[in-house]
């Protein structure tokens, strides 16, 4: 197993290494409005993955090792892909109306914004789909390489594109299409020879024409309506920041939540690929103690890895900004600090949300959410309309995720009673006690070799109290 996990980490530093590269030329070679672009179309397209797709592919996740034992694993791919055809097809219509009648990207063309968000929410889906299928069954090595390769013929694309056509967010997001479609495809080409069984047409017809949804509604329609509200407070800032702020400030906060973002994810990606594949398989049991002790291991271990990157992002944000986007960005910093919180809200909450997957009581999840995004929605209205919004915009993201975070673990406590440990929370602190010596480091004119030298001397420090915060709860 450790070396699977050395495996998994290599490969996803190569994978943080390339995102962040795709940022900093991404910020270099689009202007600030056509950065604005990108995320309001990604905002788009995430609301139908999000809402639609992701509640159905979180109950295929629970129920991956079990259609893999049974061999029909492949059959219910085929399926769920005339679903996501669907989905896919749905949002253009939809996305005409909204922006005919709402006046949602005013800078794109009504069929280029509706043709390229269906296609992202296609192929985007099937790389998420069948590439971590990989690594819940265990092929790590070839996980590691079709994630990695995705990234890096995405970049390779989106730039080629960008720089022998036009600098804009249409054909940068295209090539990322291209390539997740491209690798979904070899991946799943891959997994069919791997497994020992095949896809069964008669099976599958059978199920088309009398689908079997008792199961999947009831675990799915809960998250699909928690889902909208998840979107409602982490997404939807984008188009009332579009509508009322305009593209270039848009862009703006966009970039610097999501470097952030990208730092959380790259970490949040990194332990779930390495635990949640254990996770899912000790809760794959009727005893609900062991369920509850799988759940307390794993919020143990995660809980303050996050919350000492979280510190770290945010004493550490300047030198970052400086590092990742091109110098036209270098004011986002405040946004990163925001942003880190943020995701440390966001991260935690989806940890508490496992508690309703685990004991199949999705229904519990709508009410957290609910209030979390009509609170973030109603304060980025409110704080757009400020004169001081700068700082009221960002600041109702980060109210917004922590209402969540706190009505969510009240509601989990009533399904589990589960416990957070406390002493390496506690530990964690201790560990980030150094941190704002960062701010001591003075880097005016941007220097580049600056910020190198701070984040490897602070990252470098921040990794340490990972590893010894995760060895000491590993071994209690």
Known sequence: MNKQYLIIGVGRVAQILIALAS?????????????GNFYLILSLAAYFSLVFLSPVGLYMNRRLHKWHEE????????????????????????????????????????????????????????NSTIIPALNMLQYRRSFVAF?????????????????????????????????????????????????????????????????????VLKFALPLLFSAFFMWLQNQSYRLVV???????????????????AAIASAAESLVQQIYYPLYYGEINTPDGEK??????????????????????????????????????FHSVWIFTVFGAW????????????????????????????????????VGVFLASRSGSYVYLVPLALVFGGFVTLVLMFTGMRHIMHFSVAAAPIKLALLLALPFPLALLIKNPGG??????????????????????LYKRQKFC
């Open 147 to 215: 994630s990695t390769a995705t990234l890096v013929l995405g970049l390779a694309a989106s730039v080629a594109l960008v720089k022998f056509y036009s600098a804009s967010a249409v054909l940068w997001i295209f090539g990322q299409a291209a390539a997740m479609l491209l690798l979904a495809a070899t991946a799943l080409g891959y997994l069919l020879l791997k497994v020992k069984y095949k896809s069964d047409f008669g099976r599958i017809w059978a199920c088309v024409k009398a689908p079997k949804l008792a199961g």
């Open 447 to 468: 220097s580049i070799s600056v910020s190198i030298l701070a984040l490897a001397v602070f990252g470098s420090y921040m990794l340490a109290g990972q590893y010894l």
């Open 242 to 260: 579009e509508k009322y702020l305009g593209l270039d400030f848009l862009g703006a906060i966009a970039v610097g939540l999501g470097i952030a």
């Open 71 to 126: 061999g029909s694993l492949i059959n219910y791919f085929a399926c769920y892909n005339l679903y996501v055809v669907l989905v896919s097809l749905a949002a253009i219509p939809l996305l005409f109306l909204a922006k005919s009648s709402l006046g949602i990207g005013a800078g794109l063309g009504t069929s280029t914004l509706c043709l390229l968000a269906a296609a992202y929410i296609y192929c985007g889906t099937w």
């Open 342 to 377: 943020m995701e440390f809200a966001r991260i935690t909450t989806n940890i508490l949300a496992t508690v309703a997957h685990s004991e199949m009581r999705t229904d519990s999840l709508a009410k957290p959410y609910i209030c979390g995004g009509l609170f973030t929605m």
């Open 291 to 328: 369920r509850k002790a799988a759940w307390n291991k794993m919020a143990a271990v995660m809980i303050p890895l996050y919350l000492l990157l979280t510190i770290f992002v945010s004493f550490l944000s300047w030198q970052l900004v400086n590092l990742l986007v091109d110098v036209k």
């Open 23 to 35: 940022m900093r030329l991404m910020t270099h070679m689009l202007s600030g409005a056509e950065v």
